[in-house]
């Protein structure tokens, strides 16, 4: 399975963006799926999920500010951001988790200016 992040771009604070990622096969079986953030100069940061149908946020400075939501027709999960801070800025990788197997996605680059 082949996942494609989408929709970064530079955007100024107080915007907002939908990214999406895309799967090369259907996800209607897959029990998790998360958007993870890498700052520059920072370790990767796990966000937001969906684990077993439920929406979950792990990071408390994204909370009422970033959504995860799917549509299993398309085979898509979509991250939408909202009222974005200069600190936001970073690569955006999506993470998909199929029978015990984790997949990864070439990640996309948010950068948000002040």
């Known amino acids: 399975v082949q996942l494609q992040a989408s929709g970064g771009g530079v955007v100024q604070a107080g915007g907002s963006l939908t990214l999406s990622c895309s799967a090369s096969q259907s996800i209607w079986d897959f029990n998790v799926f998360e958007w993870h953030r890498q700052a520059p100069g920072r370790e990767r940061e796990l966000l937001v999920g969906?684990?077993?149908?439920?929406?979950?946020t792990y990071l408390d400075s994204v909370k009422g500010r970033f959504t995860i939501s799917r549509d299993i027709p398309k085979n898509v999960v979509y991250l939408r951001v909202n009222e974005l801070k200069p600190e936001d800025t970073g690569v955006y990788y999506c993470?998909?988790?199929?029978?015990?197997?984790?997949?990864w996605g070439p990640g996309t680059q948010v950068t948000v200016s002040s």
């Open positions: 969906i684990v077993n149908n439920q929406n979950r």
């Open positions: 993470k998909g988790v199929r029978h015990r197997l984790s997949y």
